[in-house]
C-alpha cells in the first residue's frame, strides 16, 4: 500500500497554503476564543478532504485564488462538526489528544464548533460563488440529519442495513462530494465532469466509512488514538453489528450488552464474534464495492495529474489500517 | 406604548409569506428531525428581527422576493441560537413553552441548532448575494465570540460594564445589524444610508439588551415565561448587577449567592437590592440613550413608510414589560 503522504505529493504545496489559511483565523479570535480554537486545530487528521478539492481542481482552472480558502472551509467544517459529535458522544480522546470538551467543558465545545461553522462559511464565503455556499450549507443540513438519524436509532436493533447506508451517506459522503464538487466548481469544470467527480466522492465517502466503522473494532486503541468498539459503547449501530444481527441471530448477545452498558465482558464477546464469523470480509468487499465504482468513474474523466491519485486514494480508504 | 402589531402594521403581509417561508423547510426533514424540529418552531417571539429586515427595504427597491427568505434566514439563526443557548444554560423553559433540550434532551438540541444555522445559510444563499452571506457567517461568527467571553466570565464579579457592553454587542446586536443591514443591501440601498440603517440597528440592539437583562430582574415568571433572575442563577452578570457591584459595594452579597448557588433567600436579597437602590432608573437612563441615538440615526434617511415605524421600534424596545 502507497503511504498517504506520497499519494498527495502533487498538492503538498497547496496544503501548506491552507494551513497558513486555516490559522489565519487566530487573528479574529479573542483570548478566551483562542485557548479553545487551539485544543481543536492540533490536528492530526489526514487532511482528506482538502486534499480532494485540490485534486478537482486540477482538471480544469486550478484557481488556487479560490480552491485555497475552500478547501480550509470544507476542514473547518470537518473540525466543527467532530467537536460537536465528541459532545454528543461525550468522547474524551480523538486522535490520542483529549477532546475539547474532556479539556474546557461541552459549553465551550459547543460554542467553539459554533465558531467553526461561522469561520468556514466565512471562509466559503470568501470564493464569491454563490453555488458553492449554497452547496456548503446543504451539507450542513444533511450532516445534521444524519446525526439525528443516528441519535434516534441509539441503542435500537432494528436499523436496517439501508438505514445506515443512507445514515453514512449523509454524515460522511456528503462533506466529500462538498470538498470534490466545490473543487470543480471554482475550476470551472464542465457539468459532466463534476458530475462524475460528485459520483466519485459520494462512493469514495461511502468506503471511507465503511472501513472507519470496521476499523472501530479490528484496530488497536494505539491505531484509532481513542477507545475500540467506541461505537457500539454509544449505541451506535454499525454495518459489522448489522451483518452480526443479520446473519447469526447473534441480537441476544448485543442486546445483553446494550442492557448492561460498560459490560466489559460482554462487549469483548460482540467484539470477538463479528472477528470470528466472515464478517469482516463481508464488510470488506462492501467498501470495495464502492472503491471499484469510485475507480471507474475516474476513468471516465479527461486525462490530468490528479488521475493517478484519485485512484490512489480510493484505494488507500479500503486498504489503512487506521 | 402603543402596542407592537401596531407598529408593525406595514409589514403584516410580508411577515406571513415569512412565516410560510419557515415552514417549507418542514418539507426538507425526515419524520425524526421534524419532531425536534416543531418544538423549536412553536414560536412566542415577536419577529422583531424579520420586521427590521422588511422595514430597512422598504427605503429603496423592496425587493421582496429577496426580503422574505432573508427575513426567514435571520428569524431562523435567532432561533438557533436560542436553541444552543438553553442547552448552555440547561434551560427548562422559554416563552412559557418547555425547551427543546428539556423535551429532546441535549444531544439532538445540539443537532437541531446545527440543522437550523444550515437552513438559514441556505435560505441567505438562496437570495445569491454574495455580501449578504458573507455577513451572515460574520454574525454568527460574533454571536459565538459573545457567548464564548460569557461562559468564560461566568461566576467572575471582576466583569467590567465594558464588557458587559461588548458582549451585548457581539451577542444581540450584532444579529440586529444583520437583520437591517441585509434588508437594505437587498434592496440596493445607497452606502450612507445602509450605514445610517447599521447605526440604528446597534443602537436598538444594545437598547433591547439591556432592557431585557433589566428585565430578568423585575418582570414576573409569567411575563418572561421563565423564573425571575435566571440571568443570575446561571451565573451571567448583567448591567444591574454590574452597578450595584460598582456603587453600593455589595459583592459580599452576590459572592454569597455565587458560593451558595441555588440559595433561594439570598438571590431575593441580591434582587431586593437592585429593586432598592437607584439602579433600575440607572439602566432605563443608559438603555434610553442608546434608544435616542437609534431616533437620531433614522432622522438622518430619507422619508419612507418606514421611518415611524423604526422610531415607534425604538421607543417600544425601552417601554416593554415583557
New interface residues.
Partial sequence: MQSFSIIIDTVQEELVEMEKCIASIRK???N??LK?LDSSLQGGGKRIRPVLTFLSGKFYSNDLHHLIPMAASVELLHTA?LV?DD??DKSTIRHGHPTVNEIWGE??A??????L???A??L???T???RV??L??????M???G???Q??DAFSLKVTREQYLDRICKKTASLFVLATESGAILSQTPEESTRILRDYSYNLGMAFQIVDDLLDFLSTEDELGKPVGSDLSQGTITLPVILLLEHHSESRLVLQYFENRGDFETKERVLESIRIFPIIQECYDIAMSYCIKACRNISLLPNSVSHQALIDIANYVVERKK
Fill in positions: 479574529d479570535s479573542s478566551n476564543l479553545v462538526t460537536h459532545v454528543i459549553n465551550k459547543l460554542i467553539l464548533g459554533d465558531y461553522f461561522a469561520k462559511g466565512e466559503c464565503a470568501s464569491g460563488n454563490v455556499m449554497q456548503f450549507c446543504q451539507t450542513l443540513g450532516m445534521s440529519l446525526e439525528m438519524n441519535a434516534f
